[in-house]
């Protein structure tokens, strides 16, 4: 839509009117299909998206995949309006700050290898009780690639050189 630039084809000529129409109808068709894929899924969008276009929710059929015209010609929508309000970086800080929990590599970066070890161990111990309990693979997987990074960050900390201070 932005490329076609519609609302600058309606002050042309008659063909050009034309082109704006079927550019704005199948927009507002887009649209419509898309409300209806968001409706299970995200449906405080989709519910204002169908609000806005005057429609309701229309039952698709994938036996019969061929698209077709969800609005009428001639069909009028209701008032626009904003589906999504902008999030202020304050208010992204706040949100992490307070649901954010924390972060494995934040908090064993400063470790020593010795304690490192001991984390790992930890960790492997926990990834076997869940595999021998949970045959689900999505309950223990993201356990499993949490003790992947705390064995990285433990091979990391073995090969760094420790630092010297100097004797005063």
């Given at each position: 839509?932005?490329?076609?630039?519609?609302?600058?084809?309606?002050?042309e000529?008659?063909?050009?009117k034309?082109?704006?129409?079927t550019?704005?109808?199948?927009?507002?068709n887009?649209?419509c299909?898309?409300?209806?894929?968001?409706?299970?899924?995200i449906?405080?969008?989709a519910?204002?998206?169908?609000?806005?276009l005057?429609a309701k929710?229309?039952?698709?059929?994938a036996?019969?995949?061929?698209?077709?015209?969800?609005?009428?010609?001639g069909?009028?929508?209701g008032?626009?309006?904003a589906?999504?309000?902008?999030?202020?970086?304050s208010f992204?800080d706040?949100l992490?700050?307070?649901?954010?929990?924390?972060?494995?590599?934040t908090?064993?970066?400063?470790c020593?290898?010795a304690?490192?070890e001991?984390?790992?161990?930890?960790?492997?111990d926990?990834?076997?009780?869940?595999?021998?309990?949970?045959?689900?693979?999505?309950v223990?997987?993201?356990?499993v690639?949490?003790?992947?990074?705390?064995?990285?960050?433990?091979?990391e900390?073995?090969?760094?050189a420790?630092?010297?201070?100097?004797l005063?």
């Amino acid at each position: 839509m932005q490329t076609q630039q519609p609302w600058m084809l309606l002050k042309e000529s008659e063909d050009q009117k034309k082109q704006s129409a079927t550019i704005i109808g199948l927009c507002a068709n887009i649209a419509c299909l898309l409300a209806n894929f968001l409706l299970p899924y995200i449906a405080a969008t989709a519910r204002p998206l169908f609000i806005q276009l005057n429609a309701k929710q229309t039952p698709l059929n994938a036996g019969k995949p061929l698209a077709t015209l969800l609005l009428p010609a001639g069909h009028r929508i209701g008032k626009p309006a904003a589906l999504f309000t902008k999030l202020e970086q304050s208010f992204i800080d706040e949100l992490k700050t307070k649901c954010g929990g924390i972060q494995t590599a934040t908090v064993h970066s400063q470790c020593s290898a010795a304690e490192l070890e001991k984390v790992v161990q930890d960790q492997a111990d926990k990834v076997r009780q869940l595999k021998a309990s949970i045959k689900d693979k999505t309950v223990w997987q993201p356990e499993v690639n949490m003790l992947l990074d705390l064995k990285n960050q433990l091979e990391e900390a073995k090969h760094v050189a420790p630092v010297a201070t100097p004797l005063l």
